[in-house]
């Protein structure tokens, strides 16, 4: 089985930076994705780490530590449109292609 | 075409009623994903279908729910016998291969009332 744990809710200031955390547990590893889904609106992909260490986009960077089962989501210089939440999801190491989501981190952007 | 295309939108169902929810994935996409969100909650995969192989139904609540996949294209979700907690968003995604990332459709709000 697997285990992912996010937090709940963040708030955060517009122009500031926040670090969205994401812990799993699973049976083996094949590959860490993260996404962002606006109220009433289907998820879209963010990032995918599979290797430790930082992957940058933009205003968008995500971290891996596969030792730790650990990976955070880092967005910089927070913009009002950036309020979404944010889902951490898995896929394991066995047969299965599917993806395991986590609850998801609801952003407030304040202005 | 463009995107993942699912229909309807929103469907309103008396509980009871059988209800079918469809999904278009994009062209050329061989892995098809059927996922439910409700409210508050994280996505919880239900079927998978990867090209002509046997479906990974592992997902599935019940016997309640089936899902099909004709021609490698678009897939039909299929709720019979429908329940109050049968209410949730069912999301479709497709990729173009097994481990790829998912392109998700809007999604189909189901209310069983």
């Known amino acids: 089985g697997q285990n992912i744990d996010q937090p709940t809710e963040m708030t955060a200031t517009e122009g500031a930076i926040v670090q969205i955390n994401c812990t799993y547990q699973?049976?083996?590893?094949?590959?860490l994705f993260w996404y962002q889904q606006h109220a009433g609106e289907a998820p879209t992909f963010l990032s995918y780490?599979?290797?430790?260490g930082l992957e940058e986009k933009g205003r968008f960077s995500s971290f891996l530590s596969r030792s730790k089962g650990y990976s955070y989501l880092l967005l910089k210089e927070l913009q009002m449109k950036d309020s979404a939440s944010y889902l951490c999801?898995?896929?394991?190491?066995?047969?299965?292609?599917?993806?395991?989501f986590g609850s998801g981190t609801q952003l407030t952007v304040l202005p | 075409g463009a995107g993942v295309s699912q229909s309807p939108s929103n469907k309103v169902t008396e509980k009871g009623k059988d209800v079918e929810l469809r999904c278009d994935p994009i062209s050329g996409h061989t892995a098809l994903y059927w996922y439910r969100q409700s409210l508050g909650q994280g996505l919880e995969f239900l079927i998978y279908?990867?090209?002509?192989?046997?479906?990974?139904k592992s997902g599935l609540p019940s016997d309640r729910f089936s899902a099909e996949r004709t021609g490698g294209s678009v897939s039909t979700l299929t709720i019979q016998r429908t329940q109050q907690e049968d209410s949730a968003v069912y999301l479709c995604?497709?990729?173009?291969?097994?481990?790829?990332?998912?392109?998700f459709g809007s999604g189909t709000r189901l209310t069983v009332v």
């Open positions: 995604a497709s990729s173009p291969k097994a481990l790829g990332g998912y392109t």
């Open positions: 699973t049976s083996g590893f094949n590959g």
């Open positions: 279908f990867q090209g002509n192989s046997a479906p990974d």
């Open positions: 999801a898995v896929r394991d190491g066995g047969s299965a292609r599917q993806l395991t």
């Open positions: 780490n599979v290797l430790d």
